[in-house]
């Protein structure tokens, strides 16, 4: 029965990412801006053949083989987590369902929206989307989960 509810959960992140951007890419032209809030930010719609920051531009290849691979080692780790690592569960969630909704871009764009557009203390930050938002709450949770479990496993 749980599996029937982290499926729902994977669904209704990936659901968001996946209208969220086609809500972008149908309203506003590519590498328009428009300001949100002055000075801070700008929904910006651009198209990202990379990675997370725009990191490894144009290795969709590489892509397409390490994103099944992650896919599989997430579902694994959420599979083998203890039932009550509700932590590590919701980090995985989080990884498999941002996973999925940048894969889905790369399947079928070649490459990813992104649209977030946030200027912090004078720097414009990498413009990113809600699938980056779930994969990078993930990891932190993730690694929060794993240095707890260090700590409980050294008491």
């Given at each position: 029965?749980?599996?029937?509810?982290?499926?729902?959960?994977?669904a209704v992140?990936?659901?968001?990412?996946?209208?969220?951007?086609?809500?972008?890419?149908?309203?506003?032209?590519?590498?328009?801006?428009?300001?949100?809030?002055?000075?801070?930010?700008?929904?910006?719609?651009?198209?990202?053949?990379?990675?997370?920051?725009?990191?490894?531009?144009?290795?969709?290849?590489?892509?397409?083989?390490?994103?099944?691979?992650?896919?599989?080692?997430?579902?694994?780790?959420?599979?083998?987590?203890?039932?009550?690592?509700?932590?590590?569960?919701?980090?995985?969630?989080?990884?498999?369902?941002?996973?999925?909704?940048?894969?889905?871009?790369?399947?079928?764009?070649?490459?990813?929206?992104?649209?977030?557009?946030?200027?912090?203390?004078?720097?414009?930050?990498?413009?990113?989307?809600?699938?980056?938002?779930?994969l990078?709450?993930?990891?932190?949770?993730?690694?929060?989960?794993?240095?707890?479990?260090?700590?409980?496993?050294?008491?």
């Open positions: 029965m749980h599996y029937l509810i982290y499926f729902f959960i994977v992140l990936v659901f968001i990412d996946q209208f969220s951007k086609s809500l972008i890419v149908s309203t506003i032209d590519l590498n328009q801006s428009i300001t949100v809030i002055k000075g801070f930010f700008n929904i910006t719609y651009v198209r990202n053949f990379g990675a997370g920051f725009s990191i490894m531009q144009n290795a969709t290849t590489t892509f397409y083989i390490i994103t099944p691979i992650c896919l599989i080692l997430f579902i694994y780790l959420l599979i083998k987590t203890k039932e009550k690592d509700y932590l590590s569960k919701t980090a995985l969630l989080l990884m498999i369902g941002g996973t999925i909704g940048n894969f889905l871009d790369r399947i079928i764009n070649v490459y990813v929206v992104d649209f977030l557009d946030f200027i912090i203390f004078g720097w414009d930050f990498p413009v990113f989307n809600f699938a980056d938002i779930c990078t709450i993930g990891v932190g949770i993730y690694i929060v989960s794993l240095l707890k479990e260090s700590k409980n496993e050294r008491a």
